[in-house]
Structures are given as C-alpha cells and as structure tokens.
C-alpha cells in the first residue's frame, strides 16, 4: 500500500520559515515525480513545486514561491521536502504531497498518489 505522508506544518509568524517533508512508502520513489500542492480556505487546489526523478535539475515552480520555497528530495530516504522562507499570510494552507509517474499530470494536480495534507498557518 502506497503511502505518502506529509510532516512540519504549523504555525509561524510572517517573514519565517518552515520545513516540510514528505515520507512515501510502499514503493520506491526514486523514478517518480514528486512534488506539493497547497489548498488555502474557500480557494481551489494549487501547484507549488516538483521535479523529476532526476531533481534538482528539473525542478519547477509557482510564481508566488519562487525565491521563496525550494523543492528537495532525498531518492534514498524516499523522501521529498520543501524548504519555505520568507512566509506570508497568503501561504497559508494545507499543503499536500504528491507523486506520479509523469510530471504533467501531478503538476495539473492528478498525480498518482495524494498526501493527507499537513496545515501551514501564517500569522501577520
């Protein structure tokens, strides 16, 4: 059973920072894209960042994080993080894991596999 589960939300003033990880098991990961999704309250779904297997190289991400955030993964650990800097109010969200086989489809948001989501809350 393949599983994702997130880590490392919770509650932070403006200008801070906070690290969030994304644990998968039941599979190897190391070929799989990976990446995270954010849902603020009464808003849609939203990309944030990914990669490919192959990383650092292949990384993209959302205008609104970029400078901000930064996508890493650690293949070994099957495990995938996102550093956020610099956070603001309107980061707040519950952020979710994904993963898939392909890029595209997690970067539109039908990645194979979903996270439970783990709540970001930035104060002013």
């Known amino acids: 059973q393949v599983q994702l589960v997130e880590s490392g939300g919770g509650l932070v003033q403006a200008g801070g920072s906070l690290r969030l990880s994304c644990a998968a098991s039941g599979r190897t990961f190391g070929n799989y894209a990976m990446g995270w999704h954010r849902q603020a309250p009464g808003k849609e779904r939203e990309f944030v960042a990914a990669?490919?297997?192959?990383?650092?190289?292949?990384?993209y991400y959302a205008d609104s994080v970029k400078g901000r955030f930064t996508f890493s993964r650690d293949n070994a650990k099957n495990t995938a993080y996102l550093q956020m800097n610099d956070l603001k109010p309107e980061d707040t969200a519950i952020y979710y894991c994904?993963?898939?086989?392909?890029?595209?489809?997690?970067?539109?948001?039908?990645?194979?596999?979903w996270g439970q989501g783990t709540q970001v809350t930035v104060s002013s």
């Open positions: 990669s490919t297997w192959s990383g650092a190289s292949d990384t």
């Open positions: 994904a993963a898939g086989e392909k890029l595209r489809p997690l970067y539109v948001g039908a990645p194979d596999y």
